[in-house]
């Protein structure tokens, strides 16, 4: 296959002027566009791919903005709720042959952190999600921990487990965390971090922790330009970088 021609919608952010750089240096593909808040996507360059890390309130038209084109979308941005999801479906169905990924994290290590606590769910009758991220995320729980959360409560479903254990009755304060799912999902915001997340399962007389550490946005970059190759590839609405990778 030729060259692809990719445009990076909010590629003057952290995360965005990675992706520039990476597509810049990988064989096969050419930076058409770099497009950010304000500006006019047109035709976005003549791009084939669109690769789109901007803020959860503007996402969901920016994608619309593609598909309508005929333009294949690879999503990091966070916010894409089922009903979000349930109206891009529906206007993909218009579009059949464009392909999105939505992907709460791109770095390999995590995809396979969320398929290792999706396995262990079902062993383990208690279990809690950590997320630490840098102060200047302005969502919380991170779209990785509650992409965890949904595949550990879908998990403790089919094995038929009950509610995650807690006898808290008074929380005034919130410390207990919060839910995504019915799984207890802790956010935390430090100067310093990039992207970290644990995964804490406990059961009479033993507790299995799994960890995954982005230090550098650099680890996302080899999941996007998997992405970016294949998405045409999958036709629809996937969520998940997992389905490309066989995981």
């Known amino acids: 296959m030729g060259t692809r021609r990719v445009a990076v919608i909010g590629a003057a ?129 991170s779209g990785t921990a509650a992409r965890t959360a949904a595949l550990i409560a879908q998990a403790r479903e089919q094995a038929g487990l009950g509610d995650v254990p807690d006898a808290t009755t008074s929380d005034p304060g919130g410390a207990r965390g919060g839910r995504a799912d019915g799984i207890p999902v802790h956010s935390v915001r430090l100067r310093g971090l990039v992207a970290h997340q644990e995964v804490l399962f406990g059961q009479t007389g033993e507790m299995l922790t799994l960890r995954h550490d982005s230090f550098d946005r650099v680890s996302f970059m080899p999941g996007v330009i998997t992405a970016v190759r294949q998405v045409a590839d999958h036709p629809g609405l996937t969520v998940g970088l997992e389905n490309y990778l066989g995981i």
């Open 13 to 141: 952010g952290r995360m965005g002027s990675e992706v520039c750089r990476a597509v810049e240096e990988a064989d096969g593909l050419d930076l058409v566009g770099r497009y950010d808040a304000g500006d006019e996507l047109g035709d976005l360059g003549g791009a084939d791919v669109v690769v789109e890390f901007s803020v959860p309130d503007a996402s969901p038209a920016n994608v619309a903005h593609c598909v309508d084109r005929g333009i294949n979308v690879v999503v990091g941005t966070t916010g894409w709720d089922e009903a979000r999801l349930a109206d891009l479906r529906t206007r993909l169905a218009d579009h059949p042959d464009v392909g999105v990924l939505i992907a709460p994290n791109f770095a390999i290590g995590a995809v396979l952190m969320m398929a290792f606590a999706a396995k262990a769910a079902e062993f383990y009758e208690s279990v809690e999600v950590i997320e630490l991220h840098h102060p200047d995320k302005v969502d919380a729980p």
